[in-house]
């Protein structure tokens, strides 16, 4: 039917706009998302309309303009009937509130989501907890939200090398994803924080090394943000160099 065909059609252009943005193809993915939007505006379907609305905020996100992307994720209703049918979904969609809600540095009501995303991950994977990717995530959330208050805390170390180990073990290998640079990112901050600036840069440089093998492009929010972080670096260790090639 054709009612079918608009919300295959939905999927299709989800999954695609999903796999620019996960290469840095930021602008690839927001045209793909433009060009859907008449297909979503037909579809029925909840699950894939709302999908297509995460990937739209997924893409905002990264082009820094956080208030549009919370604006597009709220169009979704997170009902706890929706909690029961699209349990997976559900969780990426809260793990993106509290991604925007950090950016947007509104750091209590990230906490707060974050308690909520907590006992929706233990509760779905129970014994598995432990060995899966959102237990890598809420560590490195937690660490984000500490980080950003400027407090420094040898647990913040902790928990971000313990991130990395779940991600690294995960997918197989240190440099394949975007979520195990923006960790490296965190841990680079969470050095400098605590005045220890060689490993701050060392943290840093590795994220850099993970966007460079894994991105086609580099215009995204994340990458301006390490790029700054470097560039307020070399001023810290002064060196004048490393400023200059990051400002």
Known sequence: SLEKYDEE????????????ALSGEINKAAEIIHSAKTTFKKSKSERYNSFYLFNWSF??????KFKKAMAVLQQ??????????????YQIML?????ILIKQRHLEEAQKQLVEYENIIKEFYKEKY???????????FK??????????????VQQLTEAINIYNKILRGEKKSRFQARIHLALGMA?????????AL??????????????????????????????????????EGLTQKYL
């Open 191 to 199: 050095h400098t924080l605590n005045k220890d600036y060689k490993n």
């Open 59 to 64: 893409v905002l996100n990264d082009q820094g």
């Open 95 to 99: 793990s993106q509130k509290i991604e």
């Open 130 to 140: 432990n060995t899966y990717g959102g237990l890598g995530n809420i560590l490195y």
């Open 76 to 89: 979704v209703k997170l009902t706890p009937q929706f909690k029961v049918d699209y349990p997976t979904l």
């Open 9 to 20: 059609k939905l999927r299709a252009l989800s999954n695609l706009a999903q796999y620019h």
């Open 202 to 239: 060392k943290a840093y440089l590795f994220c850099e090394e993970i966007y460079e093998l894994i991105f086609k492009e580099k215009n995204i929010d994340d990458v301006s943000e390490l790029y700054t972080a470097l560039a307020l670096l070399g001023e810290k260790l002064k060196d």
């Open 143 to 156: 660490s984000a939200i500490t980080i950003c208050k400027g407090i420094n805390t040898p647990k913040t």
